[in-house]
């Protein structure tokens, strides 16, 4: 029997609803980006429903939700951000028999666990229109903030500072209903120094291996008390005591790679998935005294590895 699904908000509080369809033909199920145009087949083993805190404190965060299909092994093949409604999901579940599981009770760090195990080819479809590209988002901050500096230096000339708050706070709002981004150096003109400055700070300490991972996270930092933090641009979304003798896998497994940090013992610590340049770990496991391994893995290793590791950022 066929059926159809579709989100009923975003994946956080106040985020827009993703374009994405979810249909079903039997246990194939068929999920079509309507945003950007394509589809994708699959046929899962379960699907799970899952929420999780962003940055790890579980109170104040903001709640990711969405629903993920997993493999026979429990890898995730496809990622679905978005709010789907618990009864309709239910319904679509049975209709097309595919088991579901609510994960929305097995608290942050599991779900994170699950997330970041992805299978070979695994997938993310946001439903969400292509970004602009980067150097036109450049072109009009800059412009934007220019304008916004401006307006700044003259309302506050002739006394109307009051005026400005009200603009910016108006600004502020209208720009998340646009979802234009690069409209907030428009509202904050101290980002056109600030964002360069930080930009420059972050890849000279990258240069000297006092981090590793991009200025937008997830990057490593080691503190001088041995403890590894792990960082977005939110700030610190996990931090965790680093032993003498620890050490950093990079692994790939298929298409996928990523890294493991590993106590002394060899067992995982806390898996982040995605591209490390090998230069980078380089650099930054000399500084701060841990070991470096790069391998490529079995399917075995990595299921025993994402399954044991009681940490893990998707």
């Given amino acids: 029997m066929n059926a159809q699904l579709l989100p009923v908000a975003g994946a956080m509080k106040g985020a827009r609803c993703p374009k994405v369809s979810l249909t079903s033909d039997g246990r194939t199920l068929t999920v079509t980006d309507e945003a950007r145009g394509r589809s994708t087949t699959l046929s899962p083993a379960s699907l799970y429903r899952y929420g999780y805190s962003i940055d790890g404190s579980g109170k104040k965060?903001?709640?990711?939700?969405?629903?993920?299909?997993?493999?026979p092994d429990g890898l995730v093949l496809l990622d679905l951000p978005g709010d789907w409604h618990p009864p309709h999901l239910r319904d679509f579940a049975a209709k097309a028999g595919i088991p579901l599981r609510d994960g929305q009770d097995d608290g942050s760090e599991r779900t994170r666990r699950i997330l970041a195990a992805r299978a070979p080819g695994w997938e993310r479809v946001r439903g969400l229109p292509v970004p602009r590209p980067a150097r036109w988002n450049l072109a009009l901050g800059v412009c934007a903030g220019v304008a916004g500096l401006g307006l700044m230096v003259y309302l506050g000339a002739i006394g109307m500072w009051g005026a400005w708050r009200g603009f910016s706070a108006v600004g502020r709002v209208l720009m998340e209903l646009i979802e234009a981004k690069w409209l907030l150096v428009a509202f904050s003109p101290a980002l056109l120094v600030v964002r360069p400055v930080l930009g420059g700070v972050h890849r000279w300490q990258a240069g000297r291996g006092v981090i590793v991972g991009p200025p937008e996270g997830p990057y490593l930092r080691m503190k001088s008390s041995r403890r590894l933090s792990v960082y977005r641009r939110s700030?610190?979304?996990?931090?965790?005591?680093?032993?003498?003798?620890?050490?950093?896998?990079?692994?790939?497994?298929?298409?996928?790679?990523?890294?493991f940090l590993l106590d002394p013992a060899g067992n995982p610590l806390i898996h982040l998935p995605g591209r490390w340049a090998p230069a980078a770990l380089h650099r930054f496991t000399e500084r701060h005294g841990l070991g470096l391994a790069m391998h490529r893995i079995s399917r075995d290793e990595y299921l025993t590895l994402t399954t044991n590791s009681p940490q893990a950022i998707p």
Avoid: M
């Avoid at 965060?61 to 493999?71: E, K, R």
């Avoid at 979304?237 to 620890?246: D, F, K, N, Q, T």
């Fill in 61 to 71: 965060s903001q709640v990711l939700t969405g629903v993920a299909a997993l493999d």
């Fill in 235 to 259: 700030g610190v979304i996990a931090e965790l005591p680093v032993e003498r003798g620890s050490s950093l896998l990079r692994y790939r497994f298929d298409d996928l790679s990523g890294i």
